[in-house]
T-cell receptor
Framework: AQKITQTQPGMFVQEKEAVTLDCTYDTSDPSYGLFWYKQPSSGEMIFLIYQGSYDQQNATEGRYSLNFQKARKSANLVISASQLGDSAMYFCAMRGAGTASKLTFGTGTRLQVTL | GAVVSQHPSRVICKSGTSVKIECRSLDFQATTMFWYRQFPKQSLMLMATSNEGSKATYEQGVEKDKFLINHASLTLSTLTVTSAHPEDSSFYIC???????????FGQGTRLTVV
């Protein structure tokens, strides 16, 4: 069974500052993928970043980077230079190998960017 | 990234009627689609996995006769909420994945209100 844990129900960050959203996971699969999604108040799920379990380097996508520490089973999302538009719910998710394998989501972290 | 279109975005129906929600992959063929339900301030709960040309796989506790899923083509899956009741009011969101891509791309979601 797979499990994703997000321990921060809410976070505040000042505009232009960096913020780290925590995510730990548990799985017995040797191969897996880790994802971060952003959900604004409109409800859509926006894919942000992906890290494969065998990837040697941490994934980066623009202002988003994933701090992947395999031994600690953590996959924290780092958002640099926060913007007001970053205020949203953020979900960490994982899936095992196979095209039909399903995503397991964490409970989410609500990020509020302040002036 | 790939585009998944979900329709309608919002629907209000009377108790006892049925509602159909469509999920289309616009620029890729989706062998697998997923249907989720999300209650306010909660995470996404997987309802079922839809595979083109075969029966959907439902998660434990999800009534297959109430939530009918059809995946008749590689670009379209539908979720029909039959004999809807107020407790079925929720946010429903689909995702689609082509076997070649790691990410699952989400539709915009459908907010269902049963009155």
């Amino acid at each position: 069974a797979q499990k994703i844990t997000q321990t921060q129900p809410g976070m505040f960050v000042q505009e232009k500052e960096a913020v780290t959203l925590d995510c730990t996971y548990d799985t017995s699969d040797p191969s897996y993928g880790l994802f971060w999604y952003k959900q604004p108040s409109s409800g859509e799920m926006i894919f942000l970043i992906y890290q494969g379990s065998y990837d040697q380097q941490n994934a980066t996508e623009g202002r988003y980077s994933l701090n992947f520490q395999k031994a600690r089973k953590s996959a924290n999302l780092v958002i640099s230079a926060s913007q007001l538009g970053d205020s949203a719910m953020y979900f960490c998710a994982m899936r095992g190998a196979g095209t039909a394998s399903k995503l397991t989501f964490g409970t989410g972290t609500r990020l509020q960017v302040t002036l | 990234g790939a585009v998944v279109s979900q329709h309608p975005s919002r629907v209000i129906c009377k108790s006892g009627t049925s509602v159909k929600i469509e999920c289309r992959s616009l620029d890729f063929q989706a062998t697998t689609m997923f249907w989720y339900r999300q209650f306010p301030k909660q995470s996404l709960m997987l309802m079922a996995t839809s595979n083109e040309g075969s029966k959907a796989t439902y998660e434990q506790g999800v009534e297959k006769d109430k939530f009918l899923i059809n995946h008749a083509s590689l670009t379209l899956s539908t979720l029909t909420v039959t004999s809807a009741h107020p407790e079925d009011s929720s946010f429903y969101i689909c995702s689609a994945r082509d076997g070649a891509f790691a990410e699952a791309f989400f539709g915009q979601g459908t907010r269902l209100t049963v009155v």
